[in-house]
């Protein structure tokens, strides 16, 4: 069948069962623009601005496991996807880019709005292509969504020329893809995968370090199979919370900068360290050549690039993490490590870890809004959030039982995230109840994308935590650089909005609270109703998280809540 590039890349994305795309027109993508109505299976979804549809596309992907798809135009169209494909590239989450470019002709000439998106995006993606011809578009997309979803996922970016879009060619869809360089390795080596079956039935002291790569591979149950079968205390990185119930009794909780006490310290002293599906990062270890030199390290991955780049390993096992447990279980011996899961406990009780504050009169707690939510909801919510305080007190406060309900920028930490991808999973997800918890710092970044929302007519929940300051810029300030609060005031240094105003503007219902009573209401009253709802939660300032592993700490250096500490020493506790 003859089509132009445009139907090409159309009928490509519907053979590749593409339901949603995030986009934003511009002059070299017009000619696919045209063709968008003869393919009404493909739903385009017009964003405010192409980061947002980025982090749309992203929060679609971590919501539903499949690939995300976002379009922009050549020039600042492209550039705008940048932190998006950043963001994508940090966490493993498979998205395919879609970008225009000037007509092939104009190509290296600094034609108006020609950027080398391709060049700009090569350390930022998986891959890149620049399709010179409409002959080669449906093989190039068949390619791109095999290497975004398979292997280590990741973002794939495609640039395609304006007159390609327009140019005809026979449209040949190759059903089986086969790429000679690119095969990842997904069965882990056998002589391996026993090696770390002796290790941990040998070990008196083992943790399993679960990570992102649990929830894509869907290797939730093995991981919970191993953990039962051995007795071995799990904790998560942050991105890979719900890859075990969080209220399973061998879930210990999540480690790292402002992870539990008692995970810490655990991963610290534990004899053996399983890690599963994680990068072993510095957000999560601390400082590298200070954690558990002692401890001897099974690192399961499905990118061999990861292990042993950080923490050094005794038993690497490159492959998919599923498909290893499914190896690993059926020779690990059944075992119990009493001793060792009654010290962790010990270590909880005497050290808890987040502890909500207490506050006076009606002031308003970030930690107990989040609560509150959670309480509200039962738990049974899909929750995304910004970066900063508020997202390390959602993964406090809230107990995730699933895997996918927890969806938040990791590796790069990108403020702004919060609202878009609430749209993006929504859409995944429209079934269930969808909680954006911001910052008002960042809920700015991409507020534009409110429109989006309402066009959508997404009920997504939205509830900043408004501090009326950038919070973990004005904690670091205190704590680290002698309470030198240098532009980090929302509220006096600059204009803060009115929230509230501004949800009416864009026709959402928005909500004011400024007292500690009126938090469950109004958060009830947000779940009842049908759209989209913005709470704007007047919260206290001075307000710091706790637990702490300052920058370039080990874990073993982890700072409690002071209050907590002075506690203690009142009451006679042990304090270590």
Same mark, same amino acid.
């Given at each position: ?412 930490? @990108?403020?702004?995230?919060? &609202?878009? #991808? %609430?749209?993006?999973?929504?859409? *995944?997800? $429209? +079934? ?81 609270? @400024?007292?500690?009573?009126? &938090?469950? #209401? %109004?958060?009830?009253?947000?779940? *009842?109703? $049908? +759209? ?45």
């Amino acid at each position: 069948m003859r089509m132009n590039g445009a139907q090409i890349l159309l009928e490509s994305l519907v053979r590749e069962g593409v339901e949603v795309i995030y986009g934003y027109p511009g002059g070299v993508v017009l000619p696919l623009y045209d063709e968008f109505p003869k393919f009404p299976q493909l739903k385009h979804v017009l964003v405010r601005h192409e980061q947002g549809g980025a982090h749309m596309a992203d929060g679609y992907a971590r919501a539903s496991g499949k690939v995300g798809v976002c379009l922009g135009t050549s020039g600042p169209g492209a550039t705008n996807l940048v932190t998006g494909i950043c963001t994508a590239m940090m966490d493993s989450v498979p998205m395919v880019v879609l970008t225009g470019n000037v007509s092939r002709n104009l190509l290296g000439r600094d034609g108006f709005q020609e950027a080398d998106i391709t060049g700009i995006t090569l350390p930022i993606v998986k891959h890149n292509y620049l399709v010179m011809k409409a002959s080669e578009i449906a093989t190039v997309i068949r390619e791109a969504f095999y290497i975004a979803a398979s292997g280590r996922p990741g973002p794939v970016h495609v640039d395609i020329p304006k007159d390609v879009f327009q140019e005809f060619a026979e449209f040949e869809w190759p059903e089986e893809i086969s790429i000679r360089s690119y095969k990842p390795t997904t069965q882990g080596h056998m002589g391996q995968v026993k090696r770390a079956a002796r290790l941990i039935d040998e070990a008196k002291r083992p943790v399993i370090l679960a990570g992102h790569g649990i929830i894509w591979s869907g290797a939730s149950a093995e991981l919970k199979a191993l953990a039962e079968k051995a007795q071995i205390p799990v904790m998560s990185t942050f991105l890979g919370i719900g890859a075990m119930p969080g209220d399973h009794i061998l879930n210990i909780g999540w480690m790292g900068m402002h992870g539990a006490y008692h995970c810490n310290h655990a991963a610290n002293n534990a004899d053996v360290v399983i890690g599963i599906g994680m990068r072993f990062d510095d957000r999560a270890m601390g400082r590298f050549s200070d954690f558990n030199p002692t401890a001897r390290v099974i690192h399961i991955d499905i990118d061999p690039a990861e292990i042993g780049k950080n923490i050094k390993t005794e038993v690497p096992i490159v492959g998919d993490a599923r498909q290893v447990l499914e190896q690993l279980i059926p020779i690990v011996k059944q075992n119990t490590h009493l001793e060792w899961l009654q010290w962790i406990d010990d270590l909880r009780r005497e050290h808890p870890s987040f502890t909500l504050p207490e506050t006076k009169g009606q002031d308003i707690s970030s930690q107990y809004v989040v609560r509150e939510i959670y309480e509200a909801c039962g738990g049974e919510a899909v929750v995304v959030t910004g970066v900063g305080q508020h997202q390390m007190w959602t993964g406090q406060q809230w107990v995730f039982r699933r895997p996918r309900t927890l969806i938040t920028s990791g590796g790069l930490g @990108t403020m702004g995230f919060e &609202v878009p #991808a %609430a749209l993006g999973a929504q859409m *995944a997800r $429209p +079934g269930e109840l969808v909680w954006s918890i911001c910052g008002d710092g960042g809920f700015q970044m991409n507020i534009q994308e409110l429109a989006t929302i309402v066009d959508m007519r997404a009920p997504v929940k939205m509830a900043i935590l408004n501090n009326g300051v950038l919070g973990m810029i004005r904690q670091w300030q205190q704590l680290f650089y002698n309470e030198n609060h240098v532009d980090n005031d929302l509220r006096t240094t600059v204009c803060q909005p009115d929230f509230v105003k501004l949800a009416d503007a864009y026709g959402i219902k928005a909500i004011r609270v @400024t007292e500690k009573q009126k &938090v469950r #209401a %109004a958060i009830e009253e947000a779940n *009842a109703y $049908p +759209g989209p709802v913005l709470l704007d939660f007047r919260v206290m300032t001075e307000e710091n998280v706790w637990p702490m592993v300052p920058a370039g700490a080990s874990l073993a250096e982890t700072i409690e809540d002071p209050t907590l500490v002075e506690a203690r020493k009142k009451t006679g506790q042990l304090v270590s």
